[in-house]
């Protein structure tokens, strides 16, 4: 991949996600748009009317991202939300991330919902540079 962007991919029983970045924060925000593609219709019709704070630590690169998706998807259930722009902000040498998630509520949305995304698993987890730009993926249990 030559730009940041978010991708999905196949996976035996799962899917894979992988968000690339100009740097871990932007990989980290594909990657979380990756995720929740797969739970809606379509990503581009949900508007981020409400924001959400995160926070999640781990006890490496690879378990952040997987923390991260995680939290996303605690946040969203809790909420009954379906997010859409994220702002992590990862803090590498503590491997900590403070960000925010934007989204709307589920009754409010304008398409239908895609595939329930259990959670994020360490299966294929990684986090690293790839031709000057950062990967994050995982497989997400659905």
């Not at 019709?45 to 995680?70: H, I, K, M, Y």
């Not at 403070?98 to 959670?119: T, Y």
Request: charged content about 25%.
């Amino acid at each position: 991949m030559a730009a940041p962007g978010w991708e999905t991919f196949d996976h035996i029983a799962d899917i894979g996600v992988r968000g690339w970045g100009r740097d871990v924060d932007e990989a980290f925000a594909n990657g979380a748009k990756a995720m929740f593609s797969i739970m809606v219709e379509d990503l581009s019709v949900v508007r981020p009317e409400q924001s959400v704070d995160v926070t999640c630590d781990s006890f490496d690169l690879a378990g952040l991202f997987v923390a991260w998706l995680n939290r996303l998807i605690a946040e969203a259930d809790l909420r009954d939300m379906v997010f859409c722009q994220f702002s992590p902000s990862v803090h590498m040498d503590e491997l900590t991330l403070e960000g925010r998630a934007s989204g709307q509520h589920w009754d409010r949305l304008e398409c239908g919902r895609g595939i329930e995304v259990k959670g994020a698993t360490f299966s294929e987890a990684e986090v690293k540079r790839v031709n000057g730009l950062w990967m994050a993926q995982c497989i997400v249990d659905v």
